[in-house]
């Protein structure tokens, strides 16, 4: 077998392994999962399978559409963050097809894999298409993530505002208190970033203390210009909250303003655990928990699967459709490279 044979072929082999062995174990945690609530968990499945039996099938349609548009807005943000982060102009600036299709795969990475490996992952994939240091690219998605979470902590604080004006249920003060910890977290590791920049690179021998210039000024300098990125980041963050409603409105349930705000919030953090693939386990409880607030415990449980078949299942389709394609460009690439 010749070389030009032999290597893609050896690609293919070794990603091939990984992205199934990736999936299996994901699949099997979701298996795990669902028998350990079926045989564990006292619920009446009858009747949370009868409300899922009872969807509307336009109305969720709707809410899956709606989930998208949060990766049209987050390419957007991430397109403007790229743009911030250029002091010369010289940066590659992606499409925003291709900026939101690189976002739904690291959002298949991370529902495959631990430790939010599709952060990374979309570093990776900027970082080679658009020949920009890893270490610079992954600065712009570390900004990323942080304007995510602060409006996530804003939105959450505004669902308990409501749910204190309200005054039907007590809020869920537990998870904002871990929005705000993780916000706190951050902005100590910017402080960090900028002490470290200050006091430490300069004794850091030159290749490492250069990286690590590249990844401080691409963070702090996608923070410039602000005002646009934070209201592509709501408008985001409102998709996943109109998802929720679409969702309800499929299955005929209705809960207060609230909460609906809320629950995609919790979502958004409890996805970010790094103990299984896409918080897969802790998302499901948490919503399921959130909406029992409200909801009886069975028609809560059907609300929380039926969410995650578009924010869960369907990126792990949809996200990995768009990874396999992108592998298999790649390998023609290189055939034609050593042809």
Same mark, same amino acid.
């Given at each position: 077998?010749?070389?030009?044979?032999? *290597?893609?072929?050896?690609?293919?082999? =070794? =990603? $091939?392994?990984?992205?199934?062995?990736?999936?299996?174990?994901?699949?099997?945690?979701?298996?795990?999962?669902?028998?350990?609530?079926?045989?564990?968990?006292?619920?009446?499945?009858?009747?949370?399978?009868?409300?899922? *039996?009872?969807?509307?099938?336009?109305?969720?349609?709707?809410?899956?559409?709606?989930?998208? /548009?949060?990766?049209?807005?987050? $390419?957007?943000?991430?397109?403007?963050?790229?743009?911030?982060?250029?002091?010369?102009?010289?940066?590659?600036?992606?499409?925003?097809?291709?900026?939101?299709?690189?976002?739904?795969?690291?959002?298949?990475?991370?529902?495959?894999?631990?430790?939010?490996? +599709?952060?990374?992952?979309?570093?990776?994939?900027?970082?080679?298409?658009?020949?920009?240091?890893?270490?610079?690219?992954? %600065?712009?998605?570390?900004?990323?993530?942080?304007?995510?979470?602060?409006?996530?902590?804003?939105?959450?604080?505004? %669902?308990?505002?409501?749910?204190?004006?309200?005054?039907?249920?007590?809020?869920?003060?537990?998870?904002?208190?871990?929005?705000?910890?993780?916000?706190?977290?951050?902005?100590?590791?910017?402080?960090?970033?900028?002490?470290?920049? *200050?006091?430490?690179?300069?004794?850091?021998?030159?290749?490492? =203390?250069?990286?690590?210039?590249?990844?401080?000024? #691409?963070?702090?300098?996608?923070?410039?210009?602000?005002?646009?990125?934070?209201? /592509?980041?709501?408008? #985001?963050?409102?998709?996943?909250?109109?998802?929720?409603?679409?969702?309800? *409105?499929?299955? +005929?349930?209705?809960?207060?303003? $609230?909460?609906?705000?809320?629950?995609?919030?919790?979502?958004? /953090?409890?996805?970010?655990?790094?103990?299984?693939?896409?918080?897969?386990?802790?998302?499901?409880?948490?919503?399921?928990?959130?909406? +029992?607030?409200?909801?009886?415990?069975?028609?809560?449980?059907?609300?929380?699967?039926?969410?995650?078949?578009?924010?869960?299942?369907?990126?792990?389709?949809?996200?990995?459709?768009?990874?396999?394609?992108?592998?298999?460009?790649?390998?023609?690439?290189?055939?034609?490279?050593?042809?």
């Amino acid at each position: 077998m010749s070389s030009l044979e032999s *290597k893609p072929q050896s690609l293919l082999s =070794r =990603r $091939g392994r990984s992205f199934l062995l990736k999936l299996v174990i994901t699949f099997s945690l979701l298996v795990g999962f669902g028998s350990v609530a079926l045989w564990r968990i006292d619920i009446g499945w009858n009747d949370t399978w009868i409300a899922i *039996k009872a969807i509307n099938p336009w109305w969720y349609l709707i809410a899956l559409v709606t989930h998208y /548009l949060t990766f049209v807005f987050r $390419g957007y943000r991430w397109i403007l963050l790229l743009k911030n982060s250029s002091n010369d102009g010289q940066n590659w600036t992606p499409s925003l097809w291709y900026a939101s299709r690189v976002i739904l795969m690291s959002w298949f990475a991370n529902s495959v894999a631990w430790f939010r490996v +599709g952060d990374a992952y979309r570093a990776y994939i900027y970082s080679e298409d658009s020949k920009v240091s890893f270490s610079k690219s992954m %600065g712009v998605v570390l900004a990323d993530r942080i304007v995510d979470l602060a409006v996530i902590v804003v939105l959450m604080i505004t %669902g308990v505002i409501i749910l204190l004006a309200v005054g039907q249920i007590a809020p869920p003060v537990l998870i904002l208190i871990l929005g705000l910890a993780l916000l706190v977290i951050l902005v100590i590791a910017l402080l960090a970033m900028v002490f470290a920049r *200050k006091w430490i690179s300069p004794k850091l021998p030159r290749q490492i =203390r250069e990286t690590y210039h590249k990844f401080y000024d #691409a963070t702090m300098g996608s923070f410039r210009r602000m005002d646009i990125v934070f209201i /592509l980041a709501i408008a #985001a963050w409102l998709c996943e909250v109109g998802r929720l409603f679409f969702v309800l *409105k499929a299955m +005929g349930v209705s809960i207060s303003l $609230g909460l609906i705000l809320f629950v995609p919030m919790a979502n958004g /953090l409890l996805s970010g655990v790094p103990l299984t693939p896409g918080g897969l386990g802790f998302v499901e409880t948490g919503i399921t928990g959130l909406l +029992g607030l409200e909801l009886a415990f069975e028609l809560a449980v059907a609300v929380a699967l039926v969410d995650r078949t578009i924010s869960f299942l369907s990126t792990i389709l949809f996200g990995g459709l768009a990874f396999l394609i992108r592998q298999i460009n790649s390998l023609r690439n290189v055939v034609k490279e050593d042809s």
